[in-house]
């Protein structure tokens, strides 16, 4: 047989059958993920067909977008005031009991952000498909699997037959040599791999992640590359599983165990792309030379490093392009030349599926300890999930944060999206560990700056954006 | 679903790249349990309204012909972000039936097939000559050809062609249930996952 990428491999060993000339197949799905707010209409529809679920035991339900973040979390204060957010999480509630449906609802200890919950408990092993309403899910492909976003009729497809009707992507290797600098992080690296290649640079093709640099980051920071991978508009993202991997899973709910876990590691090791498999386009990055970045406009791909400024739109030859940045400066109310690094913000905001783990809180607070957030900044950390939140109160970080003068909020999807009642206001700035900068995404009007956690903790300390590498503590 | 065939109209262009589901269809418009909410009102919703709710006279969905548009021509990667399907099923509502471009989000491109709506791709030098088309009120009108895969340009007399994945242009042409025709193939299903589930410690 010829040789083969992971991606292919993984499509391969999950086909049903072909569906024709076109490249599609009929693709078995391992694992499904609802939310509350793009499954009720599947729900709906596949009622009104009188159908029903084909495997309910390999889709989980996760309340994360719509529920309050509120410090304290007990039946009183997980009340959703208003109506309609109401119904959807106790339509979801219906739906799941209707189907049996394994739920984690509000008040579950393992309730979190869809993606941070589900590699935690162990639901996304290597080499499966796991698919789930919502663009975020590619973050999964850091477990060695392959793992997409549907809409909500693609949801009602999986739920009544397990499959998907799929389009085989092509493949892109982006391959990153050398290491990450002092104070450099996953977050930085995908934000200049955006930058480099377009907010639809990876548009219609999987990205596999390759090379020492992907070697060397834990678990949690190639889940942040892979969950930021969709920005590139990746319809995909795949790290090749490994020790590092391994030890992450190893003992996690959902996760083989005892002679199972052996057998399950023993085919793992064989998760890999082939030798001389080709992909259909490479990209090369060194990580060393990869300074942090952030966000000046309102495209994931607006980016610059720290100690750059503010690009003249006039300077860009594209037509198109030159129409965003223009568009982006106007919102983001910036003028060319303006320096990043010291631009003024109001909030500061660290959570959401990209940078809400552990590792992520973690250093966050490295840069906080003995600090405090400057005077007029309002900052929140909102945990991954609430097994991230215990696990940092366990380790002190709570602590830290709020004696630095940081908001410390029960789990959810919070101010990423501003779903729930954690929004910005018109011309508010935030240096925000998100994922997306759009207009109006974290409240109408509100101006976003993308970055890690830590530049993030560095930007609420200072009050305005800056280079987290003179807050850290001496190099190792 | 209903079929999709021809399509004539008048056609707005939306030139910006990477308009993302956020903007076509904002948050505020997500708090319903089924297809219609509000979401014809949400579709594109701070582009057409002001902060007061009022149509901004200068957009252009908001301006005569193209208050009757059925189609969209768009920028670079239209509908990228967030996969609310909410953006697809607003722009139904609006009476807009397709949309041409020289990319999409991928989910957002999923979307349109699985309601009936047509994203077609073409060169990003033809999206520019469509876009300039759509612009000019005199000259907007256009008429897709699913069957012959074609984009008529009233406005020019052109006549381009494209192509249209072969299984997805024919569940559009015949207004097929995507999830009853794999119900068909539903013993093959059976087949595949009898095999498959027994090694369980490394599967799901």
């Given amino acids: 047989m010829t040789a083969r990428t992971l991606y292919r491999r993984i499509v391969d060993a999950h086909t049903v059958r072909g569906l024709g000339e076109g490249g599609q197949v009929l693709l078995y799905v391992d694992r499904q993920v609802l939310n509350e707010y793009t499954s009720p209409q599947a729900f709906a529809a596949l009622h009104a067909a009188g159908r029903s679920v084909w495997r309910p035991s390999a889709t989980i339900a996760v309340v994360d977008h719509v529920n309050p973040t509120t410090p304290e979390r007990n039946a009183g204060t997980m009340v959703i005031a208003d109506a309609e957010r109401s119904l959807q999480v106790r339509t979801l509630a219906a739906n799941c009991a209707r189907h049996g449906i394994e739920l984690y609802d509000m008040l579950d200890a393992r309730q979190g952000i869809e993606h941070i919950v589900a590699s935690e408990q162990g639901l996304v092993l290597p080499g499966m498909v796991m698919a789930a309403g919502d663009s975020h899910t590619t973050s999964h492909g850091a477990m060695g699997a392959l793992a997409f976003g549907i809409g909500s009729s693609e949801i009602e497809h999986l739920l009544a037959t397990q499959t998907l009707t799929y389009t085989v992507q092509k493949t892109m290797n982006v391959e990153v040599g050398g290491r990450l600098g002092f104070g450099v992080s996953a977050k930085d690296l995908v934000l200049e791999l955006i930058r480099r290649i377009g907010a639809d640079g990876a548009g219609g093709h999987v990205i596999e992640y390759t090379g020492p640099a992907i070697r060397a980051l834990g678990v949690e920071g190639r889940l942040t590359l892979c969950n930021m991978s969709v920005e590139a508009a990746a319809r995909g993202a795949i790290v090749a599983p490994d020790d590092a991997l391994f030890a992450y899973l190893h003992g996690r709910r959902r996760v083989p165990q005892g002679a199972a876990w052996d057998r399950a590691v023993a085919a793992w090791r064989t998760l890999r792309s082939d030798d001389g498999a080709v992909f259909d386009r490479t990209v090369s990055l060194d990580a060393a030379s990869i300074a942090p970045m952030v966000t000046w406009g309102t495209s994931p791909d607006q980016g610059a490093t720290i100690d750059a400024a503010v690009p003249d739109p006039a300077a860009e030859r594209d037509p198109t392009r030159r129409r965003g940045a223009e568009r982006a400066l106007a919102y983001m109310g910036l003028q060319p030349g303006e320096r990043l690094d010291g631009l003024a913000i109001s909030h500061a905001f660290i959570g959401s599926c990209t940078n809400g783990r552990i590792d992520d809180l973690r250093d966050a607070a490295r840069v906080l300890r003995g600090r405090r957030v400057a005077a007029g900044v309002r900052a929140l950390v909102v945990p991954g999930s609430t097994q991230v939140r215990a696990q940092a109160e366990a380790e002190g970080l709570a602590q830290v944060f709020r004696e630095a003068g940081f908001e410390w909020r029960q789990a959810g999807c919070s101010m990423c999206v501003a779903m729930n009642d954690d929004h910005l206001g018109a011309g508010d700035r935030c240096a925000s560990s998100t994922n997306r900068n759009f207009e109006g995404r974290q409240g109408p009007g509100a101006r976003t700056h993308l970055m890690s956690p830590a530049m993030v903790a560095a930007a609420a300390v200072r009050g305005a954006l800056t280079d987290v590498r003179r807050l850290l503590p001496a190099q190792e | ?204």
């Fill in chain 2, 1 to 204: 679903m209903e079929p999709f065939r021809t399509l004539t109209g008048p056609a707005a262009p939306l030139p910006m790249a990477n308009l993302d589901t956020d903007q076509i269809m904002p948050k505020q418009f997500l708090r319903g349990v089924d297809r219609e909410s509000g979401l014809a009102g949400g579709f594109l919703h701070d582009l057409r309204f002001d902060e007061q709710g009022r149509a901004r006279p200068q957009f252009v969905l908001n301006r005569a012909p193209w208050t009757q548009a059925r189609l969209l021509v768009t920028g670079p990667n239209y509908g990228c972000g967030s996969s609310r399907e909410h953006a697809v099923w607003g722009m139904l509502q609006l009476g807009l039936r397709c949309v041409i471009g020289s990319s999409f989000g991928g989910i957002f491109a999923d979307n349109c097939i699985r309601n009936g709506v047509p994203a077609i791709c073409v060169p990003a030098e033809e999206a520019e000559r469509l876009l300039a088309l759509a612009a000019d009120p005199q000259r907007c009108q256009m008429t897709v050809d699913l069957e012959a895969q074609t984009i008529t340009t009233a406005g020019d007399g052109c006549i381009l062609p494209f192509r249209f994945d072969a299984r997805h242009r024919s569940m559009l042409l015949r207004g097929l249930d995507a999830v009853g025709l794999t119900l068909e193939m539903a013993d093959d299903i059976r087949r595949f996952e009898s095999g498959y589930l027994q090694d369980a410690a490394t599967r799901a």
